[in-house]
């Protein structure tokens, strides 16, 4: 056992010195890069850029091999751009990016790439294939006004493959803004996004019209996990708090920022679905703002949920406005085709002049099970039912709220999905959203000394990784609160 525990104080003082040598600051990276070996790749690329074989030189990253053994690291804004010649390779962060990062003016400002500022990694047809390990890291400063011709598929990725995944990444940035398919983190995807969080304005413009807009992703064909978007998010048609047209899956994800458009389907989460969501939520108000055009499918949760769509285990807070004269719902503004919404809730309401208000949906043709919604601000469940099945449960805001929620929301699952709480109901999985150096934090949300011998201690009766460990030593350095 002694030789064990020697074992793991040296593999600590190895993490420490290995840190020390790796460095922290931006002006260390030139020294790693001349250390880095010189790798010679292929790699296969569809678009602009066909059968390109290169070097990778000690400069283009500040480590690794492009392995999944041994990722490239990234540390600086240019070996974050260097991405671009490496599509189908592995990376990590091991430093936040931000305005005081080495090639920040020349890639990432507001002036960088002749005013446009960040040109997004690949194209909508060079997807990104490879993973992206942001490592608890956060990119910040990035600015993207990208509205000329071809400028779609826009955020710090232009299109993420379905080999592609990032993951464990924060992205906060003063804006975005496209033509179509426009989001922080990627315009579009068909890979995974897992534990990552955008944090900015998103703004989808055109001359004639911008289609899909997500504080997080423009359009989703992959799967979205444990993700959270802040921020308001505008354009004309599919338009949503997190994703502007979702085709895949959502899963314990959220968007709290305002939503505005000037057309249709607009949803304070997801403008349209066609997959599938759940465990999801949305609190900001959704509403369109041209008054000129008809506008349709506004809802607080989802503007439109169509096709095979479902939507189950999530709830709506947000208000939903309509000027136009059609559907607008609390949760979701049209529910059609064979789609379904079950055992979910919206709590807003739901308001046009001349439209078909509904406390759960604006026009409902087809399945809704198990739903509320607060009949103190809404009259009835449905705007209009047209051949749907189902009916949506209204209850007063008393009854919706602390423990009188679960006896009046019985057909929620208050057993293990959802939990009871001083106000409306949350879902069980927003308390797996604490940051697991948390225990290690102090009520600043600062690692201090204390917490970092305490985390140590746990390392040394195995409960927990050294992954972890190295997490809180760095946020020991650092001093900066643990998000």
């Known amino acids: 056992m002694e030789r064990q525990n020697e074992s793991k104080r040296r593999a600590v003082a190895g993490t420490r010195d290995a840190d020390q040598r790796t460095g922290r600051k931006a002006g260390a990276s030139e020294s790693i890069s001349r250390r880095t070996a010189l790798t010679t790749i292929g790699v296969g690329l569809t678009g602009a850029v066909v059968g390109f074989s290169g070097t990778v030189s000690a400069d283009e990253f500040a480590g690794g091999s492009g392995t999944e053994q041994d990722p490239y690291q990234i540390e600086t804004w240019g070996q974050l751009e260097n991405v671009t010649s490496n599509m189908d390779d592995q990376f990590v962060l091991i430093d936040d990016l931000d305005e005081e990062t080495a090639g920040y003016d020349d890639y990432a400002a507001p002036s960088a790439n002749g005013g446009e500022g960040w040109d997004p990694i690949g194209t909508s047809t060079w997807r990104f294939d490879g993973t992206l390990d942001g490592n608890g890291h956060t990119i910040s400063g990035l600015a993207i006004d990208r509205t000329g011709t071809g400028d779609d598929y826009i955020g710090l990725f232009a299109n993420i493959g379905f080999d592609g995944e990032v993951t464990n990444l924060h992205v906060d940035v003063p804006g975005v803004t496209g033509r179509n398919n426009v989001g922080i983190i990627a315009g579009g995807s068909g890979g995974e996004i897992t534990d990552c969080s955008a944090n900015g304005a998103v703004t989808a413009e055109d001359q004639y019209q911008a289609d899909f807009a997500g504080g997080l992703v423009g359009r989703n064909d992959g799967s979205i996990v444990d993700s959270h978007a802040t921020g308001p998010v505008t354009g004309d048609i599919t338009v949503g708090g997190l994703v502007g047209k979702n085709n895949g899956s959502i899963t314990n994800a959220s968007a709290t920022g305002i939503v505005e458009g000037a057309m249709s389907f607009l949803g304070g989460l997801v403008g349209e679905n066609t997959g599938t969501i759940s465990k999801s939520w ?43 004269n059609d559907n607008v719902g609390a949760l979701v503004g049209e529910n059609v085709q064979q789609a379904e919404i079950r055992t979910s809730y919206a709590t807003g309401a739901a308001s046009g002049p001349l439209a078909n208000e509904g406390g759960v949906a604006g ?102 990784d050294t992954d972890l460990l190295r997490d809180v030593i760095d946020a020991w350095r650092s001093g900066d609160p643990v998000s």
Not at 287 to 307: A, F, H, P, R
Not at 391 to 417: H, I, N, P, R, V
């Open 282 to 324: 949305a609190t900001g108000d959704v509403s369109d703002i041209d008054l000129s055009w008809t506008s349709t499918g506004v809802g607080g949760l989802v503007g439109k949920n169509s096709d095979d769509g479902v939507i189950e285990n999530s709830y709506a807070r947000g208000s939903a406005t309509i000027n136009g």
């Open 363 to 464: 026009l409902n043709q087809a399945t809704v099970e198990d739903v509320y919604y607060n009949s103190d601000v809404m009259d009835s469940a449905f705007g209009e039912v047209d051949g749907g099945t189902g009916s949506g449960t209204g209850l007063s805001t008393d009854e919706m709220q602390g423990a009188s929620a679960e006896d009046e929301m019985d057909d929620l699952d208050f057993d293990g999905t959802w939990t009871t709480t001083d106000g409306y109901p949350e879902l069980a999985a927003e308390d797996d959203d604490e940051s697991p150096l948390e225990p290690y934090t102090n009520e600043d949300g600062v690692v201090e000394t204390d917490g970092l011998r305490d985390a140590i201690d746990n390392w040394r009766g195995s409960e927990i």
